[in-house]
């Protein structure tokens, strides 16, 4: 299989590869995929007011995929979270030139990016609630 | 550095070798002035046409214990396994209409047997070990007295794994069935004799023996007992009417010169190969950990080596070391997006059949290529690990079976 330019970019020099504290209550993270089926995307952003100030990524998947989740990081960061939650699966394989048999690893990206924003505002639910045994130290 | 090497490097010999420079030597005359057809009776061009062909049958025969007589020729593996399972069940309907064989074949295997089935054939299909081996006791408890054909491989194309096959053929010889054995891989890599090993018909395919690609050959076991086929396909009565359509001369040629050049090279090639493989194995085993053999650690093709790499999936692997060419058992390099059956059969398990390659070695690999792949794969697999959610969680001690995944697709 030919992988396009852009693809093979994203996979030599990926953006944003690491990993963000996942105990601040400022990160949100998602993880989604399953090792049985060859992807599994962790995706996590870092929150000041409503802007995602700093985003990273690792990914166990293909090509397509380590490319899907990297470009999606490079779109998250500077973003508001509800702009970030208007990414599509479908801009990503547009950007990339996903093939037919790729798309499931956009679809994956966009899973990953909705989780990542989930987890940020459950964060942030449980710490306005009154809750005075909280789990988090 | 290594400037002498030449890139890419070729590591993927399970899939096809190149024509050996002898090989083509040998056929080229057969493209021009001798191109004949070696059924016609009437003219010298034909007469030495057909010399060749008889030539070759010989040196086919030659490689694997049998008689000139015994060999037909096909247009490859999967050809030749059609004509013997459909063969053989049509022809001994009436004896019966059960087959045995194994969920590690190749598909040219299964999908036969599925025809056979929707045509009213009942297949058992035996789940090989965790090494892709099939045991002679399998075997035994399998057949029926309504079993008319065990099929089979002597070598798995993916994992190597050789099957006890002289062990099978004696059981299949006391019990009186007949035994097909797709040695694709293993002519010209291990020392194969239908004589020796009890095997009544065998298929091989030039182009994974350095000969050229679309030609093959059947044995069908001539005495004790004679094999008798029905022909799959009918016309001109080619091959004593066993396989019609005019032959590829030069392919048979070629075909030829590759199983005598295997038969009197087999012994020092085969040290040699694995000479280079336990070296690729161990240069990667040194480096990186978390790597797990697939296959059977002894009785393997000397060429094959087949590893899985926790936490980095295999086509990003590949794609990571993009001027070797390899193979994988990832279902994302498949064109039918799912996982390789053999390493499923063998419940390797999924996350791991997802993280598998196959390095092929071969008659031209270089102890530098192999260098050169060993360092390649070491620095990809550590560059993946980096970027591996899953490598993430290990380090940090957690079982990754105990994790509920998200999201099944
Ligand atoms: C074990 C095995 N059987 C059958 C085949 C099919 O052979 P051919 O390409 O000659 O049809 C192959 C090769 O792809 C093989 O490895």
């Known amino acids: 299989m030919a992988y396009s330019d852009k693809v093979l970019d994203h996979y030599n020099n990926p953006r944003n590869v690491g990993a963000l504290d996942k105990t601040s209550p400022r990160v949100g993270t998602g993880v989604v995929g399953a090792p049985e089926c060859g992807d599994v995307m962790k995706l996590q952003i870092e929150v000041e007011g409503d802007r995602i100030v700093d985003a990273k990524f690792k990914t166990f998947g293909c090509g397509s995929a380590i490319a899907s989740s990297s470009l999606a990081t490079e779109w998250l960061k500077g973003r508001t979270l509800n702009e970030a939650a208007t990414i599509r699966n479908t801009a990503i394989v547009e950007e990339l030139s996903l093939p037919p048999v790729k798309i499931h690893c956009s679809v994956l990206a966009e899973d990953a990016i909705k989780a990542a924003i989930a987890d940020y505002k459950q964060k942030q639910a449980e710490d306005e609630a009154p809750h005075p045994t909280a789990r988090r130290a | ?409």
């Open chain 2, 1 to 409: 550095m290594n400037t002498a090497l030449k890139l890419p490097i070729y590591l993927d010999y399970q899939a096809t070798t190149p024509v050996d420079p002898r090989v083509l030597e040998a056929m080229l005359p057969y493209f021009r002035e001798n191109f004949g057809n070696a059924a016609s009776r009437s003219h010298a061009f034909g007469w030495r046409a057909e010399e060749a062909v008889e030539n070759a049958r010989e040196q086919v025969a030659a490689a694997i214990g049998a008689t000139g007589k015994e060999i037909i020729f096909t247009s490859g593996s999967t050809e030749a396994i059609n004509l013997a399972l459909k063969g053989v069940a049509e022809m001994y309907a009436s004896k019966g209409k059960h087959l045995v064989t194994s969920l590690a074949e190749h598909k040219a295997v299964l999908d036969t047997c599925k025809h056979l089935e929707k045509l009213g054939c009942e297949v058992t299909y035996l789940k090989p070990d965790k090494s892709a081996r099939i045991s002679p006791e399998q075997v035994r408890a399998a057949i029926r007295p309504d079993t008319v054909l065990v099929a089979l491989m002597w070598a798995n194309n993916e994992v190597g794994t050789l099957n006890p096959i002289r062990e099978i053929g004696a059981v299949c010889r006391e019990k009186g069935t007949l035994l097909f054995s797709d040695a694709t891989q293993a002519v010209g890599k291990v020392s194969v004799d239908v004589e020796r090993d009890h095997v009544d018909l065998l298929c091989l395919s030039a182009h994974k023996l350095y000969g050229p690609k679309g030609v093959g050959a059947l044995y069908v076991r001539r005495k004790n007992p004679r094999v008798r086929l029905a022909a799959q396909i009918d016309g001109g009565g080619h091959e004593r009417g066993m396989r019609s359509g005019t032959l590829n001369v030069p392919g048979i040629v070629g075909l030829g010169q590759a199983c005598e050049l295997a038969r009197t090279e087999l012994a020092e090639e085969s040290a040699r190969c694995r000479a280079l493989r336990d070296h690729l194995q161990q240069r990667i085993e040194k480096e990186l950990g978390f790597v797990e053999l697939n296959g059977h650690p002894s009785e393997r093709l000397p060429g094959n080596l087949n590893l899985s790499f926790h936490f980095v999936e295999g086509e990003s692997l590949i794609m990571g070391i993009s001027d070797v060419a390899v193979s994988s058992g990832s279902a994302c390099t498949s064109a039918s997006l799912e996982p390789s059956h053999v390493l499923r059969a063998m419940d390797v398990g999924e996350d791991l059949a997802h993280s598998s390659i196959r390095f092929g070695i071969g008659r031209f690999t270089t102890r530098e290529e192999v260098d050169y792949a060993a360092e390649a794969v070491v620095k990809a697999v550590r560059r993946l690990r980096e970027m591996s959610p899953l490598y993430e969680l290990a380090q940090e001690g957690v079982d990754l079976k105990t994790i509920q995944w998200q999201g099944n697709h």
